[in-house]
């Protein structure tokens, strides 16, 4: 699973939790690394299947990297837009992975 996710503050504060329950013996590394490996395995499955919204952006890309099946793009003065509304951002780092489509049946 990627670990994109837990760059996010929901990510981050999990971690925080964790490494204090490690310092505090309350929970082993052991059992740290498998409870952020299932928060990668949870956020990929979740976004997948409930994130229906589309976006739209329109900027000008200063640099951009394809290594490892996975995209980065660094853009200035980007206009994001969704059905109802948009927003300016001066600077934006995209990263865009490869995800696996899951059968239906």
């Avoid at 929901?10 to 013996?25: H, I, K, N």
């Avoid at 509304?85 to 990263?95: N, P, Q, R, S, Y």
Wanted: hydrophobic content about 35%; proline content about 0%.
């Amino acid at each position: 699973a990627w670990q994109f996710y837990r760059n996010t503050t929901l990510g981050q504060c999990l971690e925080d939790s964790l490494d204090e329950m490690v310092q505090t013996q309350q929970i082993t590394a052991a059992a740290k690394q498998q409870v952020l490996l299932q928060f990668d395995k949870a956020m990929s499955y979740s976004l997948a299947q409930r994130a229906r919204n589309k976006v739209n952006f329109k900027g000008k890309i200063k640099t951009y990297r394809y290594c490892d099946n996975v995209w980065t793009f660094l853009m200035t003065n980007t206009e994001f837009r969704d059905s109802t509304e948009g927003f300016h951002a001066d600077k934006v780092k995209i990263v865009a992975c490869e995800g696996n489509k899951q059968d239906k049946t």
